[in-house]
């Protein structure tokens, strides 16, 4: 995963989770020493942490 470097949210902790806004997806592939490789790139605009909206009926 590619994000900038100012992409990458204040608040952010390990394990939570996150939001990728403008998460893009690449397929790739290329030769090299005749082996062919293949696979997915993926890049986002930024790293967010994420909201979830309030469960109707919820009551705290």
């Known amino acids: 995963m590619t994000v900038p470097e100012s992409g990458v949210s204040e608040g ?4 939570a989770p996150v939001s990728l806004p403008g998460l893009a997806a690449r397929p790739w592939e290329s030769v090299f020493n005749g082996q062919q490789r293949h696979g ?13 909206p ?3 009926g919820a009551t705290a």
């Open 12 to 15: 952010l902790s390990l394990g």
């Open 40 to 52: 997915i790139a993926y890049r986002a605009a930024a790293v967010t942490p994420a909201t979830f």
């Open 54 to 56: 309030a469960a109707m």
